[in-house]
């Protein structure tokens, strides 16, 4: 059965870091359903398309699931080639999965198009290896926000020795610092805090777990922003840029 929507990964921003397959995609797409976080400048790839803004975002008001489900569902019946661009990755926290097995149980044959996402982006941006010998056996994504309300294992995640990416953690800094000092993470463990990876105003914060919710405060940190929680937090390796640096230490400065 030929693919008749696409579920693509924009990336964390820059429009460079688009995959070429993406890119190919995209040039053939007939109508392109948009996430709110996606640099505007991805959709120069598709300048024939269809383009509907169907953005989600935390705390602000959003489309509906399952409209954009029945909207990828209606375009893809009428023999249109649909994409549904998403910030970052489809599949890691991006609902892909989701709208796979929706669009396959309903008889539409669908593709995923991985995307960089922006928990790695965001590091890298910021000089950070996510995982490095002797400091990080590992690294464990997570979302400080989910959809039921319910908390995360904050005490195994503090304990289980992985370098930890938060996604959507800006409006609970507080409550997750002190959920990880409870399951024992040290208040000294380094903290970066990085504001629209990979974008030419990107900022970093970096700060220590104890101190994290105060800093993000002085530094006046926005969402989208990604947190990393870990020994090698406190890396950087060479590349990362003068701005990023001096936004730090104007943090500590105000902090």
């Known amino acids: 059965m030929e693919t008749s929507v696409w579920l693509i990964g924009a990336g964390p921003g820059d429009p460079e870091l688009l995959t070429l397959r993406a890119v190919k995609a995209l040039q053939r797409a007939q109508v392109v359903l948009v996430d709110d976080l996606v640099n505007p400048e991805v959709l120069e790839f598709c300048p024939g398309a269809r383009v509907i803004r169907v953005g989600k975002r935390g705390?602000?008001?959003?489309?509906?699931?399952?409209?954009i489900q029945r909207l990828m569902l209606r375009y893809a019946r009428q023999g249109l080639r649909v994409a549904r661009l998403k910030g970052g990755d489809p599949c890691i926290f991006g609902r892909g999965g989701e709208e796979a097995e929706w669009l396959t149980r309903h008889g539409v044959a669908c593709e995923v198009i991985n995307g960089i996402t922006s928990g790695l982006a965001a590091a890298t941006a910021a000089g950070i290896p996510l995982t490095l010998r002797g400091a990080a056996r590992g690294v464990t994504l997570?979302?400080?926000?989910?959809?039921?309300?319910?908390?995360?294992?904050?005490?195994?995640?503090?304990?289980?020795?992985t370098t930890l990416v938060v996604y959507m953690g800006v409006a609970r800094l507080a409550a997750v610092a002190d959920a990880l000092l409870a399951g024992g993470l040290s208040g000294d463990t380094a903290v970066a805090m990085?504001?629209?990876?990979?974008?030419?105003?990107?900022r970093v914060c970096r700060s220590t777990l104890a101190a994290m919710a105060a800093d993000a405060q002085a530094f006046a940190l926005q969402s989208p922003a990604i947190l990393v929680i870990g020994e090698v937090a406190a890396c950087q390796m060479s590349g990362i840029?003068?701005?990023?640096?001096?936004a730090r230490a104007g943090a500590r400065k105000q902090a």
Do not use: K, M, N, Y
């Open 59 to 67: 705390g602000c008001r959003s489309t509906p699931q399952d409209f």
């Open 241 to 246: 840029a003068p701005q990023d640096i001096d």
């Open 142 to 161: 997570v979302t400080a926000h989910t959809e039921d309300g319910s908390e995360l294992a904050w005490q195994a995640l503090a304990q289980g020795g």
């Open 194 to 202: 990085i504001e629209r990876a990979s974008l030419p105003d990107q």
